[in-house]
């Protein structure tokens, strides 16, 4: 049995929520936060008006500082090294940014994880947001696909593991078989009947995977597999 992980990075990996973080600390947060949570803009534009709000080129220096003083959950590296000894595979899906991704990684020893992200680019001594994984079908509110993400890089016979927290983990939830959720995405998991697993920090995802294979209780959701066909063939 094949098992990939596919986990979100701000508020669930990383402690803090660095996307936020960055742009209430150096740029202009609202009314722009409002208006994505309400609604009237999409999240494309969100991250565009929020990139608007830096200070140029010269942010970028105090975004990597920022990263490299965030922490992540403190049993998070116990847990990939259970992962890997396991055989099994571990993705990062994030509508966050590769800069202070990356940066946090490195702190930690962890960039041999494949992630998959948004980007910054500076153009004229301006930052801009770049979305390579973003999909013109994908309605959701993350401008990088995780749902796509999560599709490409599984087969039919993998049994698909989400870990996150918040608006950017609906859609890929919806289509997974196992759910670890806090915050945001449990409310949603609640109020949408997705079955999952609350947790507070890795070590708590450990114990529960380590006794569901124990107990052999591993298999696919129906409706997530019936989710992924039906993604499939609208893409």
């Known amino acids: 049995m094949n098992i990939r992980f596919f986990v979100d990075f701000d508020g669930t990996i990383c402690l803090d929520d660095l996307g936020d973080k960055i742009f209430i600390e150096l740029g202009k947060f609202e009314p722009h936060h409002s208006q994505l949570v309400n609604k009237e803009i999409s999240i494309k534009e969100y991250w565009k008006r929020l990139c608007n709000t830096l200070d140029g080129e010269?942010?970028?220096?105090?975004?990597?500082?920022?990263?490299?003083?965030?922490?992540?959950?403190?049993?998070?590296?116990?847990?990939?090294?259970?992962?890997?000894?396991?055989?099994?595979?571990?993705?990062?899906?994030?509508?966050?940014?590769?800069?202070?991704?990356?940066?946090?990684?490195?702190?930690?020893?962890?960039?041999?994880?494949?992630?998959?992200?948004?980007?910054?680019?500076?153009?004229?001594?301006?930052?801009?947001?770049?979305?390579?994984?973003?999909?013109?079908?994908?309605?959701?509110?993350s401008a990088s696909c995780k749902r796509n993400i999560v599709l490409n890089n599984s087969n039919d016979d993998d049994i698909i593991v989400y870990i996150g927290d918040g608006y950017s983990d609906f859609c890929p939830a919806e289509h997974s078989d196992i759910v670890?959720?806090?915050?945001?995405?449990?409310?949603?998991?609640?109020?949408?009947?997705?079955?999952?697993?609350?947790?507070?920090?890795?070590?708590?995802?450990?114990?529960?995977?380590?006794?569901?294979?124990?107990k052999r209780k591993i298999k696919k959701r129906n409706i997530a597999s019936i989710n992924r066909k039906n993604a499939f063939e609208r893409e």
Not at 58 to 64: A, G
Not at 67 to 78: P, R, T
Not at 115 to 132: A, L, Q
């Open 58 to 141: 010269s942010s970028l220096n105090d975004i990597k500082s920022i990263a490299s003083k965030s922490e992540i959950d403190y049993y998070f590296k116990d847990f990939h090294k259970w992962v890997l000894e396991n055989n099994f595979e571990i993705f990062i899906v994030s509508d966050g940014f590769s800069i202070y991704i990356d940066e946090v990684l490195k702190k930690y020893n962890l960039e041999t994880i494949t992630r998959y992200c948004n980007e910054m680019r500076v153009f004229e001594g301006k930052i801009y947001p770049y979305f390579p994984e973003a999909q013109e079908t994908c309605n959701c509110l």
């Open 180 to 214: 670890f959720a806090k915050k945001n995405l449990a409310a949603y998991c609640n109020q949408e009947k997705i079955p999952h697993y609350p947790f507070k920090n890795f070590f708590e995802i450990k114990s529960i995977m380590i006794d569901t294979l124990k």
